[in-house]
C-alpha cells in the first residue's frame, strides 16, 4: 500500500514535470528579448519584404516548399507577442508600441504582395491561394496551440529554436498577407476578406496565448491597475476573441456538413446507378454548402451514358434518397439518346491487335531461339551412335557430327531473315570408312535419312573423307 509520503512525493514530481516555471529564464530577459523583434525598421524591413515575395512566389506556383521557407525567414512573430506580453504585465507603453509596429507590418506587406501580383499576375487560383480564403475553429486552435508553444519555448533559459521555427510554420502568419494582396490586385475581395480574417484570426489568438502563458508565469506586472479597469480589460478581451471566433465556427459547421454531404452523394451513386450497359460519367453538386434549404435546395445532377433508364427507374431510385441522408435533395439525371450504347468495340480491337503482335513477337523469339540453340555447336557422338552407323554401314570407322547456322542473302533469303538472325541450321556429318572400304550410295542415303530422324534436322550434309 502507498503510504501518504510516497503520494506527495508522486504528485510533488508531476506538479514539478507540468511546471512552466522549470527551466524558465528570468522575466526580465524573457520581456527584453520579445520587446526587441517588435520594431520594424533596418534589416528587419528588408527581411519582412524578401519573405512576402517569396512567400508571393510560392503561391504564384502553388510550391507548398517555397511558402514554407518565407514562414521561417517573415518576422512577424514579434509584434504579436509584444501586444500578449503587453497585456499579461500591464505594459501600456509596450501595447501601444505592438500595436503600431503591427500595423505597420500589415500594411507593408500587403502593398508588396499587392505590388508583386499587379506586376506578375498568375492565370488563376492555386490551390494554396484558395486554403487561405476560408479560416474555420480549426486555424483558431492551430494558432492558439502553436502560439501557445512558441511562447513557453521563449521563455526558456534554453530557447528550441526549432520549436519557434515549427510554430512560424503551424501558424502561417506570412501567406494570409500575400493573398489579401493577390485579392487586391485583381480585384477579388472575397479573397481579401477571408486572407485577412485568417491572419487576424492567427494574430490574435498568438497574442491571447502569450497573455495565457505569461499570466501561468505569474510575471510581475509592470503597473499596478485597479479592480475595474482590470475587469473591463477582460471583458473586452474577451468580446474580441468572441467576435473572431463566431465566422470561423459557422465556416467549419458549414466546410463539415458540405463533406458530409458529398460522402451521402457518393454512396448514394455507387450503391444505386449499379447498371450493365450505363454509367455516370458525370457528376455535379450544388448549393452543397447551403444551410438555407428552402431558398437554395441542394441539387446533384448526374450524366449517365450508355442504355437509357426508365424513368420509373428513376423514380424508384429517388424514392430511396433519404437512406443515404439525402432529404430534400433534388436529383437531376440526365442521358444520352435512348439509342446510345457504351461501345468497347474500337478499345476491343486496339487491344486485340496488340495482343497479336505480341504473340508474334513472342513466336519470332522462339524460331530464333530454337535455330540459336540448333547452331549452338558440336553434337555429342557416343559409343552408341557410332554403333548405330556401323549398323547402317558397316565400314564406318570415325564419325563426327556439328551443326552449323545458314545465313542467306536477301535475294536469296525470305523477307525479313536477312536481318542478322539466321534463316537456318545444316548438320554436317564427315565419316571416315576403315582401310579401304567403301561407302555406297545407298549407305550413304540411309545415313542422310536416320540422321534427319535422330536430330529433327531437314538440312544435312554427309562428307566422306
Known amino acids: 500500500m502507498p503510504t501518504r509520503e510516497s503520494s506527495r512525493a508522486f504528485w510533488a514530481d508531476i506538479r514539478r514535470r507540468f511546471s512552466l516555471r522549470e527551466g524558465s529564464a528570468p522575466q526580465q530577459e524573457v520581456v527584453d528579448g520579445i520587446t526587441g523583434g517588435i520594431y520594424f525598421r533596418g534589416a528587419n524591413m528588408w527581411i519582412l519584404m524578401f519573405a512576402t515575395l517569396v512567400a508571393s512566389l510560392g503561391l504564384s506556383v502553388d510550391s507548398t516548399a517555397v511558402i514554407i521557407g518565407a514562414m521561417l525567414i517573415s518576422p512577424l512573430m514579434g509584434p504579436i507577442m509584444g501586444f500578449g506580453l503587453s497585456l499579461g504585465i500591464n505594459d501600456f507603453e509596450l501595447m501601444n508600441r505592438s500595436l503600431r509596429n503591427f500595423g505597420f507590418m500589415t500594411a507593408t506587406a500587403i502593398v508588396t504582395a499587392t505590388l508583386f501580383f499587379l506586376v506578375i ?4 487560383a492555386q490551390s494554396e491561394l484558395l ?9 483558431v486552435m492551430i494558432a492558439f496551440f502553436g502560439g501557445a508553444a512558441g511562447v513557453v519555448a521563449y521563455t526558456r533559459k534554453d530557447r528550441t529554436v526549432t520549436v519557434i521555427s515549427g510554430v512560424a510554420i503551424a501558424t502561417a502568419l506570412m501567406p494570409p498577407l500575400c493573398t489579401a494582396g493577390y485579392g487586391i490586385a485583381t480585384g477579388q475581395w472575397r479573397f481579401f476578406g477571408g486572407a485577412l480574417y485568417l491572419f487576424l484570426i492567427n494574430a490574435i489568438f498568438i497574442a491571447l496565448s502569450t497573455y495565457v502563458i505569461v499570466r501561468a508565469l505569474k510575471y ?3 503597473v499596478e491597475v485597479e479592480r475595474r479597469t482590470e475587469r473591463r480589460l477582460r471583458r473586452a478581451m474577451w468580446v474580441v476573441i468572441v467576435i473572431t471566433i463566431l465566422p470561423s465556427v459557422f465556416i467549419a459547421f458549414r466546410l463539415i456538413d458540405r463533406s458530409m454531404f458529398e460522402s451521402n452523394v457518393s454512396r448514394f451513386v455507387e450503391a444505386e446507378f449499379r447498371f450493365d450497359g450505363t454509367a455516370v460519367i458525370e457528376r455535379e453538386i450544388d448549393n452543397a454548402g447551403s444551410f438555407d434549404r428552402a431558398k437554395s435546395p441542394r441539387t446533384v445532377t448526374l450524366m449517365l451514358m450508355g442504355e437509357a433508364l426508365d424513368e420509373a427507374v428513376i423514380e424508384s431510385i429517388r424514392s430511396r434518397m433519404p437512406m443515404y441522408d439525402l432529404e430534400g435533395t433534388t436529383l437531376v439525371v440526365n442521358q444520352a439518346s435512348g439509342t446510345t450504347r457504351l461501345d468497347f468495340s474500337p478499345l476491343q480491337q486496339g487491344y486485340s491487335q496488340l495482343l497479336d503482335e505480341k504473340n508474334r513477337q513472342i513466336a519470332e523469339l522462339q524460331r530464333e531461339l530454337v535455330i540459336a540453340s540448333r547452331s ?8 552408341q551412335t557410332i554403333g548405330e552407323f556401323r549398323a547402317i554401314a558397316p565400314a564406318v570407322d570415325e564419325v563426327s557430327i556439328s551443326r552449323h547456322p545458314v545465313w542467306r542473302s536477301e535475294r536469296a533469303g525470305e523477307a525479313g531473315e536477312a536481318n542478322g538472325r539466321p534463316a537456318d541450321t545444316l548438320l554436317v556429318c564427315i565419316v571416315k570408312p576403315s582401310g579401304a572400304g567403301a561407302l555406297s550410295a545407298d549407305e550413304l542415303g540411309r545415313m542422310e535419312s536416320w540422321l534427319r530422324v535422330k536430330h529433327k534436322i531437314e538440312n544435312v550434309k554427309i562428307y566422306v573423307e
Open 376 to 383: 549452338a555447336g558440336g553434337v555429342g557422338v557416343d559409343a
Open 220 to 222: 510581475s506586472p509592470k
Open 121 to 124: 499576375p498568375i492565370s488563376g
Open 131 to 139: 486554403a487561405r480564403t476560408q479560416p474555420t475553429i480549426f486555424d
